[in-house]
């Protein structure tokens, strides 16, 4: 029996329920323009995945790389998001 796919399953949700805060927390202190380190971030795990030979170890690095691709949209989100009110706006930054 092979419990990889239930192994992945459970670790990318954990993942992209762990980018959530990120996003907020990055927009917060270093607003969108932060989206450079997301894309470095998501290239370095994605190229490190490819180099894995583990499967559950690469997968995860996979998601966690395209996780930080991902986040780059939702900083921009998360912008539009705090100009409506949703979420607070860091005083300390103009």
Not at 57 to 80: D, F, H, N, P, T
Request: glycine share 8%; charged share 15%.
């Amino acid at each position: 029996m092979n419990i990889y796919g239930i192994i992945i399953a459970a670790a990318s949700f954990v993942v992209i329920g762990v980018f959530h805060p990120i996003v907020i927390k990055a927009e917060y202190y270093l607003s969108a323009r932060c989206w450079p380190l997301f894309l470095i971030s998501g290239l370095v795990f994605l190229g490190i995945s490819t180099q894995m030979d583990h499967v559950i170890a690469s997968s995860l690095l996979g998601v966690v790389g395209c996780s930080c691709l991902w986040s780059i949209l939702e900083l921009k989100e998360q912008e539009k998001r705090v100009e409506k009110g949703w979420f607070p706006r860091n005083p300390n930054r103009r």
